[in-house]
Nanobody
Framework: VQLQASGGGLVQAGGSLRLSCAAS????????VAWFRQAPGKEREFVAA????????YSADSVKERFTISKDSAKNAVYLQMNSLKPEDTAIYFC???????????????????WGQGTLVTVSS
């Protein structure tokens, strides 16, 4: 079972990046999937999620209207389109997947069963 995150890099403020998370050994179609991030010296924080197969999306207030999460069940992958990036978006971004999670827990890292290795996003000012 593996989640492989990719797409991170160095970008100037105002720029865009698209993160990808490919799954193997598990099927994302019916699972809740999410992106979290962790900046140096800070705790891991919720970024965005899609609840199970219903497609309901959730986003942190700090990224609303800038970041969009999507899931491609045919490709068994999750994406995070990040626009209008800011220096404070600099962090390691992790994708995660969960079985049986309830909506009220979707922003909590400990409820996720599977994690990718993380991809570094650096936004320069």
């Amino acid at each position: 079972v593996q989640l492989q995150a990719s797409g991170g890099g160095l970008v100037q403020a105002g720029g865009s990046l698209r993160l990808s998370c490919a799954a193997s050994g598990l099927t994302l179609r019916s699972m809740s999937v999410a992106w979290f991030r962790q900046a140096p010296g800070k705790e891991r924080e919720f970024v965005a999620a899609i609840f199970r197969s219903y497609g309901t999306t959730y986003s942190a207030d700090s990224v609303k209207e800038r970041f969009t999460i999507s899931k491609d069940s045919a490709k068994n992958a999750v994406y995070l389109q990040m626009n209008s990036l800011k220096p404070e978006d600099t962090a390691i971004y992790f994708c995660a997947a969960a079985q049986g999670i309830i909506q009220s827990s979707i922003r909590t890292p400990r409820h996720y069963n599977y994690w990718g290795q993380g991809t570094l996003v650096t936004v320069s000012s």
